[in-house]
T-cell receptor, first 115, second 110 residues
C-alpha cells in the first residue's frame, strides 16, 4: 500500500514570498490533516478535512495560510506571504475514518526554511 | 484546552528497559496515542489506549490511567534503532484532532 505522498521535500524562500505544498493521501482515506512541526516541538494541527469539507481550522492563521481539498483526495497548503516564524516541517497525514483508533498515517513532510 | 507533559530527553543502554511518562489535562478524553519519530522522518503510530490498563505489542507496551491523566510507554530490550523522539498525543470527544506533546528524545547507547 502506497503511503502519504508530499512534495516538495524541501523549500527555501525569502520572507514575504509565497509557497505551496502538495499532499496525496492514502487511497480511500477520507480524513486529511495538515500539521506544522517546529523544531523541538510536537506537530500542531493546522487544518483537518473530511472528504472535501473542513472539520477544524481553528489553529490555521487564516490571514496568511490557506488550504483546499477540492475533489476530496489531494490537498494543497499555501502560505502567502511567509514570515520567518513559518520555518518548520509541514506534515500531511490521513486516516480512514473518524471512529475508533483512527490511526493517522503521516507523509515524509516538507521542510520549509524562510530567510 | 489541553496540557500534555513529557520529559524532554532520556538516555538508556542497549538491552535495558525504559519508561517514558506522559501526563495530560483535558476534558472529554477520547484516547491517547504514542508515536515514534526518527530524526528527519515522519511520526509512525505505536499504540493507542482508550481504556485503563496495559496494551502490549511486542517490545513496546503502553499504559493508561484516565483518573490520573497519566500514560507511559514501556520499551523493553532496547536496540540502537529505538533512538528517536516519542510523542504522546491526546484526542478529545467530538474533536477527532490529536494534540501532541513536545515529545521525549530517547538516546540509546551501546
Amino acid at each position: 500500500e502506497a503511503g502519504v505522498a508530499q512534495s516538495p521535500r524541501y523549500k527555501i524562500i525569502e520572507k514575504r514570498q509565497s509557497v505551496a505544498f502538495w499532499c496525496n493521501p492514502i487511497s480511500g482515506h477520507a480524513t486529511l490533516y495538515w500539521y506544522q512541526q517546529i523544531l523541538g516541538q510536537g506537530p500542531k494541527l493546522l487544518i483537518q478535512f473530511q472528504n472535501n469539507g473542513v472539520v477544524d481550522d481553528s489553529q490555521l492563521p487564516k490571514d496568511r495560510f490557506s488550504a483546499e481539498r477540492l475533489k476530496g483526495v489531494d490537498s494543497t497548503l499555501k502560505i502567502q506571504p511567509a514570515k520567518l516564524e513559518d520555518s518548520a516541517v509541514y506534515l500531511c497525514a490521513s486516516s480512514l475514518t473518524l471512529a475508533g483508533v483512527d490511526e493517522q498515517f503521516f507523509g515524509p513532510g516538507t521542510r520549509l526554511t524562510v530567510l | 484546552g489541553q496540557n500534555i507533559d513529557q520529559p524532554t530527553e532520556m538516555t538508556a543502554t542497549e538491552g535495558a528497559i525504559v519508561q517514558i511518562n506522559c501526563t495530560y489535562q483535558t476534558s472529554g478524553f477520547n484516547g491517547l496515542f504514542w508515536y515514534q519519530q526518527h530524526a528527519g522522518e515522519a511520526p509512525t503510530f505505536l499504540s493507542y489506549n482508550v481504556l485503563d490498563g496495559l496494551e502490549e505489542k511486542g517490545r513496546f507496551s503502553s499504559f493508561l490511567s484516565r483518573s490520573k491523566g497519566y500514560s507511559y510507554l514501556l520499551l523493553k530490550e532496547l536496540q540502537m534503532k529505538d533512538s528517536a523522539s516519542y510523542l504522546c498525543a491526546v484526542r478529545r470527544t467530538g474533536f477527532q484532532k490529536l494534540v501532541f506533546g513536545t515529545g521525549t528524545r530517547l538516546l540509546v547507547s551501546p
